[in-house]
């Protein structure tokens, strides 16, 4: 599975981005789908996830402002971020879990939050 990112870019705070995550290759075999971030010298922490039965899970850092959601077909993740805070700045990587087989990830794109 290829994952191919969108969306990143330069935010306020208080500001919203989405990013778009495209699966191709394998993407009938995925079946969770979702988003990570790091900040440089820091562990890449999960952000938020969804599965095939499209319920929804985010972390408590994002909560009430990230929002993931995956398309009919299932091979595109969306993460709509809303009222940005500085401390989201982050490279945001997308992953895919097949059902068989290693982890995917794409190539990451960079948030930044501004004040």
């Known amino acids: 599975v290829q994952l191919v990112e969108s969306g990143g870019g330069l935010a306020q705070v208080g500001g919203s981005l989405t990013l778009s995550c495209a699966a191709s290759g394998s993407i009938y075999g995925i079946d969770t789908m979702g988003w990570f971030r790091q900040i440089p010298g820091k562990s890449r922490d999960l952000v938020a996830w969804?599965?095939?039965?499209?319920?929804?899970v985010v972390t408590d850092s994002v909560k009430g402002r990230f929002t993931i959601s995956r398309d009919d077909v299932g091979d595109t993740v969306y993460l709509q971020m809303n009222d940005l805070k500085l401390e989201d700045t982050a490279v945001y990587y997308c992953y895919a879990d097949p059902n068989v087989g290693p982890r995917s990830w794409g190539q990451g794109t960079q948030v930044n939050v501004t004040s």
């Open positions: 969804i599965r095939t039965d499209r319920r929804p």
